[in-house]
């Protein structure tokens, strides 16, 4: 998703911020760059804040025309520092890579605007993205450097490639799980830890507590055999699932 990604920079005046942004974008695995009329992107100052991600810097391509820089492109977001009317629709990071990682994973070409230290991007600019997308940083001072900017959207747009591919962790089906909790209640009157008084709120909050582990059918295999082993796997007493079916079904 990454790989379908330019990051454009319309008339940046710094080299250092140049160099910051090529090693920004190195640090979060995207590596094209379009420059349109920098300055000196090859100065000492570009090269040094570059750090390692000079490659990127060196690699760089230069445009004369915003236009140029956006041959290929399917999907322009422009990066502002300011909240504007409604004549854009509006993103934050987060949902921008949403966006990117919709269109990308599609194998569209995505390129994200970011525009002039001083003066942004200008309306003629802004015309050619199809969103904006805005960092809700502090509305009395909401200008990021570049680079920092730069980096935000591109930790996001890291993120929103990574997670998807983490290996599936599949949730167990309601099932599996109830048959865990069940389990749970039965073991807990065995080993002595649950009367009959009023167990409910304790199962309730265990189960809250297991809810929000996701578990998967063998993480539920690994604590039943937990169960069993504390159980001493002697047969069930079975007055542990009698409290269960009275307490917890009935109430459903
Ligand atoms: N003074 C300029 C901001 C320039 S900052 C202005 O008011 O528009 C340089 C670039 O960094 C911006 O054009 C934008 O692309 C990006 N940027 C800075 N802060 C940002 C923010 N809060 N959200 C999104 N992009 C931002």
Same mark, same amino acid.
């Given at each position: 998703?990454?790989?379908?990604?330019?990051?454009?920079?319309?008339?940046?005046?710094?080299?250092? %911020?140049?160099?910051?942004?090529?090693?920004?974008?190195?640090?979060?695995?995207?590596?094209?760059?379009?420059?349109?009329?920098?300055?000196?992107?090859?100065?000492?100052?570009?090269?040094?804040?570059?750090?390692?991600?000079?490659?990127?810097?060196?690699?760089?391509?230069?445009?004369?025309?915003?236009?140029?820089?956006?041959?290929?492109?399917?999907?322009?977001?422009?990066?502002?520092?300011?909240?504007?009317?409604?004549?854009?629709?509006?993103?934050?990071?987060?949902?921008?890579?949403?966006?990117?990682?919709?269109?990308?994973?599609?194998?569209?070409?995505?390129?994200?605007?970011?525009?002039?230290?001083?003066?942004?991007?200008?309306?003629?600019?802004?015309?050619?993205?199809?969103?904006?997308?805005?960092?809700?940083?502090?509305?009395?001072?909401?200008?990021?450097?570049?680079?920092?900017?730069?980096?935000?959207?591109?930790?996001?747009?890291?993120?929103?490639?990574?997670?998807?591919?983490?290996?599936?962790?599949?949730?167990?089906?309601? &099932?599996?799980?109830?048959?865990?909790?069940?389990?749970?209640? &039965?073991?807990?009157?065995?080993?002595?830890?649950?009367?009959?008084?009023?167990? &409910?709120?304790?199962?309730?909050?265990?189960?809250?507590?297991?809810?929000?582990?996701?578990?998967?059918?063998?993480?539920?295999?690994?604590?039943?055999?937990?169960?069993?082993?504390?159980?001493? %796997?002697?047969?069930?007493?079975?007055?542990?699932?009698?409290?269960?079916?009275?307490?917890?079904?009935? %109430?459903?």
């Amino acid at each position: 998703m990454l790989n379908q990604v330019r990051i454009v920079l319309i008339e940046t005046s710094h080299g250092g %911020n140049i160099g910051a942004v090529a090693r920004a974008m190195k640090n979060m695995g995207l590596s094209e760059l379009a420059l349109v009329r920098p300055c000196d992107h090859l100065s000492g100052q570009a090269v040094a804040r570059a750090s390692g991600a000079d490659d990127l810097l060196r690699a760089a391509q230069v445009y004369d025309t915003l236009d140029d820089a956006l041959v290929g492109c399917q999907l322009v977001i422009g990066a502002s520092a300011r909240l504007r009317k409604v004549r854009w629709p509006q993103l934050d990071p987060r949902q921008c890579a949403q966006k990117v990682a919709a269109e990308a994973g599609a194998g569209r070409r995505v390129a994200l605007l970011f525009g002039r230290e001083r003066t942004g991007l200008t309306n003629a600019e802004l015309d050619l993205c199809h969103y904006l997308v805005h960092i809700p940083a502090n509305p009395e001072y909401s200008s990021l450097n570049l680079a920092m900017a730069v980096q935000v959207i591109a930790y996001e747009l890291r993120m929103a490639e990574v997670q998807p591919q983490q290996p599936g962790r599949e949730p167990a089906p309601v &099932e599996a799980f109830e048959g865990f909790m069940e389990h749970l209640t &039965e073991a807990l009157y065995d080993i002595g830890y649950l009367d009959e008084r009023n167990p &409910e709120k304790l199962l309730r909050r265990l189960r809250r507590l297991f809810h929000r582990a996701e578990l998967d059918q063998h993480e539920i295999n690994i604590l039943r055999g937990i169960l069993n082993a504390a159980q001493g %796997n002697k047969r069930r007493s079975g007055q542990g699932r009698e409290l269960w079916q009275r307490r917890i079904r009935g %109430n459903r």
